[in-house]
C-alpha cells in the first residue's frame, strides 16, 4: 500500500532506542507482526539509575540480535521489508545514535526509506495498539481525546483532536511522575526500578493512613510538580524512623504515596478532559503499567460513562511496536526523513497540524 507521498510502507522494521530498552518490531499494514524487547534493567539495578554509557554499548551488543529476532519472529526477511522507522529522539544523545545510525546504515544498504519517530507521539498513539486488531484501523477509528503520557522522563497531557494532531495542553514542571515513584521508592529503600516495587507493595497497603500532597491538584493549570511530593516522602521517613523496616508500615506508606500520584494524575487528567469537552481518555507511557493508575482511571470512566483506552501493559514500557505502527502511518503522510537527519536528544514534542 502507498500513501500521498507513494512510498510502499506494507513491511516497516521499527528500531527503539532511546533509554535502556533495545527493541525491535515488525509491523504490517500498521499492524505488529512482532515485538522484541531486550531489557537492561538487570545491568543498570547495581547503579540504582541508567548508566548511559553501558546502555549505549547494551545497545551496539543487542541490536542486531534483537532485530534477527523480530523478523524471525514474523517470519519476514530483509529483503521483504519496505521502510525502515527508528526513534529519532528524544532521549540519552548515545543511546539514540546508537539505534539511528544502525537503521540508517540498514536501509542504506538495504536502500530503503526511513522515517524518524518522536518518541513521546509513539507512547501518545499506543493506546491505539491491541494484540489481535490491526492498529492501523484502530487510529482510523480515533476519536478526539485528552491523553495522559506519564514516564521516567515526562509527564504530559496532550489534547488529540484527530490522528497526528494534537495540542499539549502541560507538563510537568520538574520531576516526571515516574520519576517520583522511582525516588520515592530509592528513599525507602526498595530494589530498582523502584516504581514497579512500590505498585505491587501499595496493593497490600492501606492508602488512607498517610497524607502526601496532591501537587497543583485544583490549580486551574494543567501542569504537574512531583517534587515537593518527594520531598514530603523524605520528611516523613525523617520523622518516622523504622517505619519502612516494619511491613505493614512499608506497604502503607508505598500505597499512600501511590494514592497522592495517581489521584494527581487522574484528577488533572479528568478536569483536562472536561476543559476541552471530549469523553475519551487515554493514557500511556510507563507509569500507566501501574495498577493503582490503571484502576482509578476505569472507575472515574465508568462513573462518568467516558470512554478510556489504556496502552497495553507491553506497549506502555518502551517497545518498538509503537515506533512501527506511528512509523508506518507518518511515513505514508509525510515521507521519508532526509538521509543525512541526525538524532535530536532535546527533541520537543510539537503540536501536530
Ligand atoms: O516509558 P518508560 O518505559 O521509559 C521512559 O520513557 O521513561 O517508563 C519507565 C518508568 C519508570 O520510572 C518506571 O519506574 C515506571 O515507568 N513504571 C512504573 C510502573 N511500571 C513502570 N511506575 C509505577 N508503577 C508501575 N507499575
Ligand atoms: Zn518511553
Redesign the pocket.
Known amino acids: 500500500m502507498t500513501g500521498p507521498t507513494g512510498i510502499p510502507t506494507e513491511m516497516l522494521l521499527a528500531i527503539e532506542s532511546?533509554?535502556d530498552?533495545t527493541a525491535a518490531a515488525v509491523v504490517h499494514e500498521g499492524a505488529v507482526l512482532s515485538s522484541v524487547v531486550s531489557s537492561q534493567v538487570a545491568l543498570h539495578a547495581e547503579y540504582g539509575g541508567v548508566v548511559p554509557e553501558l546502555a549505549t554499548r547494551e545497545h551496539l551488543r543487542n541490536l542486531l540480535p534483537v532485530v534477527r529476532e523480530a523478523l524471525a519472529k514474523a517470519g519476514v526477511a530483509l529483503g521483504d521489508l519496505d521502510a525502515i522507522a527508528a526513534t529519532r529522539g528524544p532521549g540519552l544523545p548515545a543511546a539514540l545514535m546508537a539505534g539511528w545510525t544502525s537503521a540508517q546504515s540498514l536501509a542504506y544498504v538495504l536502500r530503503l526509506p526511513i522515517v524518524g519517530i518522536h518518541?513521546h507521539e509513539a507512547?501518545l498513539y499506543s493506546p491505539w495498539i491491541s494484540p489481535g486488531n490491526p492498529p492501523r484501523s484502530q487510529l482510523a477509528e480515533l476519536r478526539p481525546h485528552v491523553s495522559l503520557i506519564v514516564?521516567?522522563?515526562?509527564t504530559l497531557l496532550v489534547h488529540v483532536r484527530g490522528l497526528l494532531d494534537h495540542r499539549i495542553l502541560g507538563g510537568t514542571l520538574d520531576d516526571?511522575a515516574?520519576?517520583c515513584?522511582?525516588k520515592a521508592a530509592k528513599l525507602l529503600a526498595l530494589p530498582y526500578?523502584?516504581?514497579?516495587v512500590?505498585?505491587r507493595l501499595a496493593e497490600e497497603g492501606d492508602a488512607a493512613r498517610f497524607a502526601f500532597p496532591r501537587p497543583l491538584l485544583h490549580e486551574p493549570n494543567h501542569d504537574f510538580s512531583f517534587s515537593g511530593l518527594k520531598t514530603s516522602v523524605r520528611v516523613f521517613l525523617q520523622k518516622h524512623p523504622g517505619i519502612a523496616d516494619d511491613p505493614n508500615g512499608l506497604r502503607d506508606v508505598c500505597a499512600s504515596v501511590r494514592a497522592a500520584i495517581v489521584e494527581t494524575l487522574s484528577g488533572k487528567l479528568l478536569k483536562a478532559a472536561a476543559s476541552c469537552g471530549v469523553d475519551t481518555l487515554t493514557a500511556s507511557?510507563?507509569?500507566t503499567?501501574?495498577?493503582g493508575?490503571r484502576r482509578a482511571l476505569t472507575a472515574a470512566a465508568a462513573r462518568r460513562g467516558w470512554n478510556l483506552r489504556l496502552a497495553e501493559p507491553t506497549h506502555?514500557?518502551?517497545n518498538a511496536a509503537m515506533i512501527g505502527v506511528l512509523g508506518e502511518h507518518r511515513l505514508r503522510v509525510d515521507g521519508p526523513t532526509p538521509f543525512d537527519t541526525e538524532t535530536d536528544p532535546g527533541w520537543e514534542l510539537a503540536s501536530g497540524k
Open positions: 532511546s533509554c530498552e518518541h507512547h514516564s521516567g522522563g515526562h516526571a515516574g520519576e515513584f522511582d526500578p523502584g516504581g514497579p512500590l505498585d507511557g510507563g507509569v503499567c501501574n495498577r493508575l506502555c514500557t518502551d
